[in-house]
């Protein structure tokens, strides 16, 4: 599955980027990319299976903290990236806050807001999908460890030492040490 971090990384940020592209153009009036819809949405399930497959091992630490678990898999991702995540859920929302006045029974028809909740509800999920495939690449990348502020080695990511009950991070070797 590593080998194929690559793929997914580009594939995943090639989505957000043309979300990004089709929120633009929609907001700008211009129906340029309503045809990326569903091969954007095809892409979409791809990368999310990935996503759900490569963050299998952070289950029980999102179980016992939803939030903190979701910062622990982002260990080793760059800062921008860390807020990639809650920044295009809080925007997808208020997309869907603002269509909802325009949809007609339900459905929205206008192609404008059509383009932009369809682009801004692929947003999370390509912007999670890079940042946690980033984080994961780059403790790969680095020969990260999980250990304890004690230097306690540990098998999975965890919030606290079993040992000694210290907080648990990945170590990652800083370049040039």
């Known amino acids: 599955m590593k080998s194929l971090r690559p793929y997914f990384l580009g594939l995943a940020g090639t989505g957000f980027v043309v979300c990004v ?6 907001l700008l009036g211009i129906h340029l990319l309503d045809a990326a819809a569903l091969p954007l949405i095809a892409g979409l399930l791809v990368v999310h299976v990935f996503n759900v497959l490569q963050l299998l091992p952070f289950s029980s ?17 760059p800062q921008w990236a860390k ?17 909802l006045p325009h949809a007609a029974g339900g459905v929205l028809t206008d192609p404008h807001w059509i383009g932009l909740v369809l682009s ?26 999980w250990a304890c502020a004690n230097g306690h080695h540990l098998n999975q990511p965890a919030f606290q030492c079993p040992r000694c009950h210290a907080g648990v991070h990945a170590l990652l070797p800083q370049p040039g040490a």
């Open 21 to 26: 592209l089709w929120q633009v153009t929609s």
């Open 61 to 77: 630490v999102v179980r016992e903290s939803p939030v903190a678990g979701w910062r622990v898999a982002l260990e080793g991702a």
């Open 83 to 99: 807020w990639l995540v809650p920044a295009t859920g809080i925007y997808a929302l208020c997309v869907f806050f603002f269509a």
């Open 120 to 145: 801004s509800a692929c947003m999370p999920f390509y912007g999670g999908a890079l940042a946690y495939t980033w984080a994961a690449s780059t403790r790969d990348d680095a020969g990260g460890i």
